[in-house]
């Protein structure tokens, strides 16, 4: 089993950046694709981004491509989710999750943290 807890949310002004982290417990991270996703007020859950076991694949929603960048430290248990150039539209409870194997699907996960509110000001 795993236990993530996601740090780094805040407020930040439009066109700024803020850097995620999801710490994740255990020796077996280095096992797991993790992937970060998003909920805005009165609106479901949707995929952010994803990255395989040892970090070279990747994937993101076109929303946030050229914007952000998922990486991991297995070293460390921890993912990182950098986001630049933020929107309004960023605005967001952002959650990090752990699955077998790389991909978007949001029912795939198996983990998940909490969650930390990011706001993103026009």
């Known amino acids: 089993q795993v236990q993530l807890v996601e740090s780094g949310g805040g407020l930040a002004q439009a066109g700024g950046s803020l850097r995620l982290s999801c710490a994740a417990s255990?020796?077996?991270?280095?096992?797991?694709?993790m992937g970060w996703f998003r909920q805005a007020p009165g609106k479901e859950r949707e995929f952010v981004a994803s990255?395989?076991?040892?970090?070279?694949?990747?994937r993101y929603v076109d929303s946030v491509k050229g914007r952000f960048t998922i990486s991991r430290d297995n070293a460390k248990n921890t993912v990182y989710l950098q986001m630049n150039s933020l929107k309004p539209e960023d605005t967001a409870v952002y959650y990090c999750?752990?699955?077998?194997?790389?991909?978007?699907?949001?029912?795939?996960?198996?983990?998940w943290g909490q969650g930390t509110q990011v706001t993103v000001s026009s």
């Open positions: 999750a752990a699955t077998q194997t790389i991909t978007i699907a949001q029912k795939e996960f198996d983990y």
């Open positions: 990255i395989s076991q040892g970090g070279g694949n990747s």
């Open positions: 255990g020796r077996t991270f280095f096992r797991y694709a």
